[in-house]
């Protein structure tokens, strides 16, 4: 029994080294060279404090987010990526499939394919996970227009990349949305008169939440073209759209319009130096049975890294209310980020924020860490 | 004239596509320079990352996506350190480049790899490569292997080329054998050497040229250095007779210079990539310019 013990070993690890010295290593050298995904996880930490005394979350340091992965090809030239989040939301923990995908990526020249429970390719942060931004918390035009969370419905997209002499992809998708579930009474309505001049009836805003987000049947497309400007700067621009019903569709029928635009440029003066400069417009669009709603918002964001070491950066978030009830937020953030190593980062924010008025100054100190191959897509 | 400009365009539409030079993205300014030299004028080869960048920390860009929507193959330096190429491979949607297919080349197979970890692998180690320590170009004895694993990937792909390859590779082969042979006897004076590096990008380098390392500005690989890892390895370069201290030159001259300041060291910022700095245009120059340098800072410390 022990012989065989030993033979057993011994073929183990001949075999294993035969794996390791012989022909193309792994492709990416990731994990094991075992049938086995790559799994990690991203853990998050944040303490937040504001000067809003009514802020039930102020003065709380704690686990915000846990985020696992399993990420590994299924299928020659198909791979497959599982993102699972347990986050904070409204003072309860709560599970969710972040995203869940299946990538094809190669249809045929130029084109790719995803389908599944995925962060919607609209503008630029959005299909970016909160971990992987330079900042803690997200600009108010997206957490007006798309969401509290990041929008990630169901569905699938089409990304070809154009037979052009630079980079220029044309995306189109079909989308499923959950809208978000709480109570709404019909019976709060109003007559308001909008910014066009209009009267509109509206079911008013539920006091449980304030949230909007596009939802039901959802058609996106997303075109976006980057040049290098010289071999250390580079431009990218691009244009989203989309096309749906709002969240609480049952009951204010709305049928809505997102359209956004936005431009990203970077800077690589040395090895470590890097100043990014990004902004995204977005025009929010509803159509109720009686008027038109129309809502602005946008961000612009500055971020130098001047250090192996060191970020700081400064963004302007102007966003308008999705709701009837005209809104008009205007926020300034200071941001410094201290990253450890590859995947742990120290993160403080400061941002004041003026809505219609009312000010309130909120901070975050946040401690990001990684375990494992944790890898996303472009972004 | 008609006939014969219609008879030129038909030609030129059914020409092989195999008539153009091939295509060769790389990671690094190294391999685009051993891919040139192999390929010759039957390869037009590109570099995505610039010869002065950190490897490690190579930002993805959509430009790079398209260089590699056109490429016919890629080289990758291999081991980890180039991750960032994934993702951009499989953004290109390129079929001709994904892991396994006739122009996908790790230069690093068949490497024989220094600190290879036994054992347990984790981020208390600092971020350590789990296959062992990639700055394998910097022994210019695995150039060869390099430039064989390219030399295989062009022939896979232009096989009827396949002695233009081999003719190159020999030349290539036998130019490095000669300046090898050149550093290894400049250096041979310097066997024994103790030196300190940022980062522990240097033990293939020190392995072929006898120098020994006795410590290293970052605490572990990656991990930013401390004040009391600082003053330890002040301890330790004057205990061990450390006189050299060898920084890439994209790192922060901060540690360095504390250390060269207290144990009156030369600090070298060393360019470890073609590109990397005045005078080093190609994967040679970064040998001439590394054993130039500990030349004269070592007749300097004696």
């Not at chain 2, 891919?35 to 037009?44: D, L, N, S």
């Not at chain 2, 080869?45 to 016919?72: N, T």
């Amino acid at each position: 029994m022990k012989k065989t013990f030993i033979f057993i070993s011994l073929l183990a690890a001949v075999s294993a080294a035969m794996a390791q010295e012989g022909g193309t290593p792994p492709q990416g050298m990731r994990g094991t060279p075992a049938n086995l995904p790559d799994i990690s996880m991203i853990g998050v930490v944040e303490g937040y404090l504001s000067s809003d005394k009514s802020d039930e979350e102020k003065g709380k340091l704690e686990f915000s987010e846990v985020e696992t992965a399993f990420q590994g090809y299924i299928y020659p030239e198909m791979r497959a990526d599982v993102f699972l989040a347990l986050h904070k939301h409204e003072g309860s923990y709560e599970s969710e499939i972040c995203e869940a995908k299946v990538s094809f990526l190669r249809l045929a020249e130029g084109l790719s394919a995803e389908l599944g429970k995925i962060h919607l390719d609209f503008g630029k942060l959005n299909r970016a996970h909160t971990h992987t931004r330079a900042m803690i918390d997200q600009p108010a035009v997206l957490t007006g227009f798309l969401g509290a969370h990041a929008l990630n419905p169901q569905g699938g997209t089409l990304k070809y990349l154009l037979p052009l002499p630079f980079y220029a992809r044309l995306q189109a998708g079909a989308w499923d949305g959950a809208p978000h579930e709480h109570h709404v009474d019909a019976e709060n309505t109003a007559d308001v008169v909008d910014v066009d001049g209009s009267t509109v009836t509206v079911v008013l805003e539920p006091g449980e939440t304030s949230d909007f987000s596009p939802a039901g049947k959802l058609y996106t497309w997303r075109f976006n073209m980057s040049f290098p400007l010289s071999a250390g700067s580079e431009l990218e621009l691009g244009t989203s759209y989309l096309k749906g019903k709002g969240s609480h569709y049952e009951h204010h029928r709305d049928d809505i319009r997102l359209a956004g635009a936005d431009f990203t440029l970077k800077l690589w003066p040395s090895a470590y130096r890097r100043l990014t400069l990004q902004s995204e417009y977005m025009r929010l669009t509803r159509e109720v049975p009686v008027g038109k709603l129309e809502r602005d918002g946008l961000y612009a964001f500055a971020n130098w890294r001047f250090s192996k070491y060191w970020d700081i950066g400064a963004r302007f978030d102007y966003a308008e209310g999705a709701f009837p009830a005209m809104s008009r937020e205007r926020d300034y953030s200071l941001i410094a980020t201290r990253r450890l190593t590859e995947t742990t980062t120290l993160r403080a924010q400061y941002k004041h924020v003026n809505l219609d008025g009312g000010k309130t100054d909120q901070a975050w100190f946040q401690l990001t860490f990684g375990l494992g191959p944790h890898s996303h897509e472009l972004e | 004239m008609k006939k014969t400009m219609i008879i030129f365009l038909f030609m030129l539409a059914v020409s092989p596509a195999w008539a153009a030079p091939l295509k060769v993205a790389t990671a690094s300014t190294d391999l685009k320079y051993i891919c040139g030299r192999i390929g010759g004028a039957e390869v037009r080869a590109e570099s995505l990352a610039s010869g002065a960048q950190d490897l490690h920390m190579v930002e993805p860009r959509p430009s790079m996506v398209f260089r590699l929507k056109k490429a016919d193959m890629v080289v990758r330096v291999g081991l980890d350190l180039d991750m960032w190429l994934d993702s951009l491979i499989n953004a290109a949607g390129n079929r001709a480049l994904f892991y396994g297919a006739p122009g996908y080349v790790d230069a690093s197979a068949g490497v024989p790899l220094l600190q290879k970890p036994a054992g347990r692998v984790d981020a208390s180690m600092g971020d350590i490569h789990i296959y062992g320590n990639p700055h394998y170009w910097l022994d210019p004895a695995n150039a060869k292997i390099m430039a064989s694993n390219i030399m295989t990937g062009l022939k896979r792909l232009r096989p009827e080329k396949s002695d233009l390859f081999e003719s190159n590779y020999a030349a290539f082969a036998a130019e490095l054998d000669e300046r090898l042979a050149g550093w290894a006897e400049r250096m041979s004076g310097l066997k024994g050497l103790r030196i300190v590096t940022y980062h522990d990008s240097w033990p293939y380098f020190a392995a072929r040229f006898g120098l020994v390392v006795v410590g290293h500005v970052e605490p572990k690989p990656g991990i930013p250095p401390t004040a009391s890892h600082l003053e330890d390895l002040v301890r330790r370069m004057k205990s061990e007779g450390a006189r050299i201290i060898v920084s890439e030159t994209y790192y922060p001259s901060k540690g360095p210079d504390f250390l060269a300041e207290r144990t009156g060291a030369a600090v070298l910022a060393l360019p470890v990539s073609a590109g990397g700095g005045k005078g080093v245009a190609d994967y040679f120059d970064v040998f001439e310019t590394a054993v130039s340098a500990l030349e004269t800072a070592a007749g300097k410390a004696d």
